[in-house]
C-alpha cells in the first residue's frame, strides 16, 4: 500500500513539474521558425537544425520564465479561485525547493546552450532579463506591461535569424510586434470581462473599451504592415494575406462570440478553423517560397 501512494506521488509530482514548465505554451516558440520559412530555408538541413535549436533553447528559456513568474506569485496565485487549482505550486503539487532546482536545472541548459548557439542565448538572455523585469516591476505598469509580452514575441523572431545567420525585414519586426499587441490586448480583455480586475492588480488600470482600441489599432497595423512586407520584399505571398485576415476575423469572433482569448494558445489548439487556418498558412508560405533548382 505504501508502495503504491508512494508511486502515485512520485507520478504527480513529475506530472506537476511539467505542467509547471507550460509545455503547451511552447507554441508561441513557432515564432522562431519565422526567418526559416521566409528566407527559404526550410529544405536546408543545417538551417532546420539550427532552427529546431534555436527554438528548443526559447522553449527552456520561456519555461524558465514562468517558474520565476510562479515563485513570485505563489501567495497571490493561493488566492485565486483557478490559478489555486492550476499551478502546481500553488496547489501544493510541487514544493518550492524541487521548482529551484527545476529552474536551475533549465539555466544550464541554457549556458550549454551558448557552447552551441552564442547568438541564440545572447538574444535569450535578453529575453529572460526583459521577463525578469516583467514579473518584478513592468507587469504592474499599464501599457508598458502589454509591450514587454510583444517584445517578447519579437525576441522570438530575433533569435530565429540569429540561428540562420539571415537579416530581418524590418515589416517582419513592425507585423510581429502589432500582432503580438493584439493577443496581449485580447487577452486582457477577456481577463477583465471573465474575472474584473480580480485577476491581475494592472487591470484596475484598464476597462474593456479601452483594451478593445488597442486591440484594434494592433490589428490594423499586424495586416497592414505585413501586406506591406509581402509586396515590398516577397511578392509570392501575396496569397497568404486572405489567410491572414480570416485568422484575424476568426479570432476576434472566437473572442466575441465564444468568449475565448484569455488563452491565445488554448485559443489555437481547441478552434479547428484557426488551426486549420495557421496550417495552410504555412503550408501555402512554404509552397511559394519553395527554392527553385536551377
Known amino acids: 500500500m505504501n508502495d503504491a501512494i508512494k508511486s502515485r506521488s512520485f507520478i504527480s509530482q513529475m506530472a506537476g513539474l511539467v505542467k509547471l514548465m507550460r509545455p503547451k505554451q511552447w507554441v508561441k516558440n513557432g515564432f522562431v521558425l519565422a526567418p526559416m520559412v521566409f528566407a527559404g530555408a526550410f529544405l536546408n538541413a543545417d ?3 539550427h532552427a529546431i535549436l534555436a527554438m528548443l533553447l526559447f522553449c527552456v528559456a520561456s519555461s524558465a520564465t514562468y517558474i520565476i513568474n510562479d515563485l513570485h506569485d505563489i501567495e497571490q496565485d493561493r488566492c ?7 499551478r502546481p505550486l500553488a496547489a501544493g503539487i510541487v ?3 524541487v521548482a529551484i532546482i527545476l529552474l536551475v536545472l533549465l539555466y544550464a541548459l541554457l549556458i550549454l546552450g551558448w ?16 521577463n525578469i523585469a516583467y514579473t518584478f ?19 522570438r523572431v530575433y533569435a530565429g535569424a540569429m540561428a540562420l545567420n539571415v537579416p530581418v525585414s524590418s515589416w517582419m519586426f513592425i507585423t510581429t510586434m502589432c500582432l503580438a499587441l493584439y493577443l496581449a490586448a485580447i487577452k486582457r480583455r477577456q481577463e477583465l ?27 490594423t497595423g499586424a495586416i497592414v504592415f505585413y501586406s506591406m512586407f509581402v509586396m515590398s520584399a516577397k511578392p509570392a505571398l501575396i496569397i497568404t494575406i486572405p ?15 465564444l468568449d475565448g482569448g484569455e488563452s491565445p494558445t488554448d485559443v489555437l ?3 479547428w478553423q484557426l488551426l486549420l487556418t495557421v496550417l495552410l498558412w504555412v503550408a501555402v508560405c512554404c509552397w511559394a517560397l519553395w527554392p527553385v533548382q536551377g
Not at 557552447?115 to 526583459?130: G, R, S, T
Open 243 to 257: 489567410f491572414v485576415l480570416f485568422g484575424l476575423f476568426r479570432y476576434w469572433y472566437v473572442v466575441d462570440a
Open 193 to 219: 470581462g471573465q474575472n474584473g480586475i480580480n485577476s491581475r492588480k494592472v487591470l484596475e488600470h484598464y476597462s474593456v473599451q479601452l483594451v478593445d482600441r488597442y486591440a484594434e489599432m494592433s490589428a
Open 115 to 130: 557552447f552551441i548557439a552564442p547568438k541564440v542565448v545572447l538574444v535569450i538572455a535578453a529575453y529572460l532579463v526583459l
Open 80 to 86: 485565486h479561485p483557478k490559478k489555486s487549482k492550476t
Open 47 to 49: 538551417a532546420i537544425y
Open 137 to 155: 516591476v513592468l507587469k504592474h505598469q499599464p501599457v508598458i506591461e502589454i509591450f514587454t509580452i510583444a517584445i517578447g514575441f519579437v525576441l
Open 269 to 271: 489548439l481547441a478552434d
Open 95 to 97: 514544493s518550492v525547493p
